[in-house]
């Protein structure tokens, strides 16, 4: 059974970079078939899609959060990590990882998500 | 890139039947057939509910099913069931590679 797992800092300070790492057990994640994509809630918010890798390194994110956003993958610990720059209190939220499917564009695995908290 | 766009809020009694709308643009649920829905429970993950519009995974209730027409896609849930009671989010592909969530509906099982 495929499981993606969050970690990394629950509190991160204003203008400071946010990283974030998912590990990815029970399957590997260099496979032609699956993106490996962050997504982030807010408290009491909406889901919004923060971007993709493919194992082979491509990247596609949300042009809303496109000059903040880094994804990169760490094929040999079958990882995959985001980093979000310039953070301010706007982006505390939960942050998940999951997996897509590529060709049909939905999350069909997810982690459990973590929650990072933007404050000095 | 804006959200798609859901009612806030969505209620039935037990047995009834429920629709949730979703409504897009022509450059994403209106071009492809690539919406997705999700449970999402307090405090927990979402779940995959419905792919590709109207597909279920293995394991989701055949009580789930979905649609589309035009720009709107929909999720209708029948013989609705306390369980049910959560957040669902609808997901459409946008072009190049990109994705955009709807800002979710609160089901209420009364």
């Known amino acids: 059974q495929l499981q993606l797992q969050e970690s990394g800092p629950g509190l991160v300070k204003p203008s400071e970079t946010l990283s974030l790492t998912c590990t990815v057990s029970?399957?590997?994640?260099?496979?032609?078939?699956?993106?490996w994509g962050w997504i982030r809630q807010p408290p009491g918010k909406g889901l919004e899609w923060i971007g993709n890798?493919?194992?082979?390194?491509?990247?596609y994110y949300n042009p809303s959060l496109k000059s903040r956003v880094t994804i990169s993958v760490d094929t040999s610990k079958n990882q995959f990590s985001l980093k979000l720059s310039s953070v301010s209190a706007a982006d505390t939220a939960m942050f998940y990882c999951?997996?897509?499917?590529?060709?049909?564009?939905?999350?069909?695995?997810w982690g459990q998500g973590t929650l990072v908290t933007v404050s000095s | 890139q804006s959200a798609l766009t859901q009612p806030a809020s969505v209620s039935g009694s037990p047995g009834q039947s429920i629709t949730i709308s979703c409504t897009g643009t022509?450059?994403?649920?209106?071009?492809?057939?690539?919406v997705s829905w999700y449970q999402q429970h307090p405090d927990k993950a979402p779940k995959l509910m419905i792919y590709?519009?109207?597909k279920r995974p293995s394991g989701v209730s055949n009580r789930f099913s979905g649609s589309k027409s035009g720009i709107t896609a929909s999720l209708t849930i029948s013989g609705l069931q306390a369980e049910d009671e959560a957040d669902y989010y609808c997901?459409?592909?946008?072009?190049?590679?990109?994705?955009?969530f709807g800002g979710g509906t609160r089901l209420t099982v009364l």
């Open positions: 999951a997996r897509l499917q590529r060709q049909k564009s939905y999350f069909d695995y």
């Open positions: 029970g399957g590997s994640i260099s496979s032609t078939s699956y993106y």
């Open positions: 890798i493919y194992y082979g390194g491509s990247t």
């Open positions: 022509s450059s994403d649920v209106g071009n492809y057939d690539l």
């Open positions: 590709e519009g109207s």
């Open positions: 997901c459409s592909y946008a072009g190049s590679s990109t994705l955009v």
